[in-house]
């Protein structure tokens, strides 16, 4: 009867960690969609001090006052002069854009696109924050291994957005039926201390749902003489 009930318990943890990749997408979006909302915002206060690159401020105020109305078309005409530039409004109009061809249903190639071109624009965080999000548009579309070496210089770099990349190939690792592996990295992840309160959560949450590695086989026992002993 314990045989019985633990092959139950052990078949609702496989349940619930198929559905955690589900769970778990929404929000490492919104987490790294805050990070560039307050990225965004302070490239903008940067940049608009400059009296030189005041067009570019006047286009770019158009371009969010567009965006939050819902003029997606309009958001998109703005931002692509913008993106097309150099500095900071190029970089942060690219984020915006995939954005906008995500809302316009565009497919998930034209999307990273976007990101793509900020992450070849800049080496630091704007352009490491369009690496994880294009990897996170593509992680349904690609293999594992192939994710692993979109990220790979995240996770060399460590710091969230390297957390973040490796929350997302445990992710992905379980999606796949990898469930060492995806313990594995969520494990590691544990380990982060200066990871966001909110990825521990997930984390926990993850480690808890996942099914319970299998015991090792016992060796066999050594079989028994069946002959007597010469004098």
Same mark, same amino acid.
Do not use: C
């Given at each position: 009867?314990?045989?019985?009930? /633990? #092959?139950? #318990?052990?078949?609702?943890?496989?349940?619930?960690?198929?559905?955690?990749?589900?769970?778990?997408?929404?929000? *490492?979006?919104?987490?790294?969609?805050?990070?560039?909302?307050?990225?965004?915002?302070?490239?903008?206060?940067?940049?608009?001090?400059?009296?030189?690159? #005041? &067009?570019?401020?006047?286009?770019? !105020?158009?371009?969010?006052?567009?965006?939050?109305?819902?003029?997606?078309?309009?958001?998109? @005409?703005?931002?692509?002069?913008?993106?097309?530039?150099?500095?900071?409004?190029?970089?942060?109009?690219?984020?915006?854009?995939?954005?906008? @061809?995500?809302?316009?249903?565009?497919?998930?190639?034209?999307?990273? &696109?976007? *990101?793509?071109?900020?992450?070849?624009?800049?080496?630091?965080?704007?352009?490491? *924050?369009?690496?994880?999000?294009?990897?996170?548009?593509?992680?349904?579309?690609?293999?594992?291994?192939?994710? @692993?070496?979109?990220?790979?210089?995240?996770? @060399?770099?460590?710091?969230?957005?390297?957390?973040?990349?490796? #929350?997302?190939?445990?992710?992905?690792?379980?999606?796949?039926?990898?469930?060492?592996?995806?313990?594995?990295?969520?494990?590691?992840?544990?380990? /982060?201390?200066?990871?966001?309160?909110? !990825?521990?959560?997930?984390?926990?949450?993850?480690?808890?749902?996942?099914? $319970?590695? /299998?015991?090792?086989?016992?060796? &066999?026992?050594?079989?028994?003489?069946?002959? $007597?002993?010469?004098?």
């Amino acid at each position: 009867m314990t045989d019985v009930f /633990e #092959e139950v #318990e052990e078949s609702l943890r496989q349940e619930k960690a198929a559905k955690l990749w589900k769970r778990t997408s929404p929000f *490492l979006f919104g987490g790294v969609a805050l990070i560039i909302g307050a990225v965004a915002v302070f490239e903008y206060v940067k940049f608009s001090r400059n009296q030189t690159i #005041e &067009a570019s401020a006047k286009t770019f !105020m158009t371009a969010t006052n567009s965006l939050q109305s819902g003029d997606l078309a309009a958001a998109r @005409e703005a931002l692509n002069g913008l993106a097309e530039g150099k500095g900071g409004y190029a970089l942060v109009s690219g984020h915006l854009l995939a954005e906008v @061809e995500g809302r316009l249903g565009g497919d998930p190639k034209a999307v990273a &696109a976007h *990101l793509d071109a900020v992450d070849e624009k800049d080496d630091g965080l704007l352009g490491d *924050l369009a690496r994880l999000k294009s990897a996170y548009v593509q992680a349904d579309a690609v293999d594992l291994p192939t994710l @692993e070496t979109m990220v790979a210089p995240l996770l @060399e770099g460590g710091g969230n957005t390297g957390a973040l990349a490796r #929350e997302l190939i445990a992710a992905k690792a379980l999606s796949t039926g990898d469930v060492e592996r995806a313990r594995k990295e969520y494990q590691a992840l544990t380990l /982060e201390l200066d990871a966001p309160q909110e !990825m521990k959560r997930r984390v926990q949450q993850a480690l808890v749902v996942l099914p $319970q590695p /299998e015991a090792a086989a016992e060796p &066999a026992a050594a079989p028994e003489a069946t002959g $007597q002993a010469k004098p």
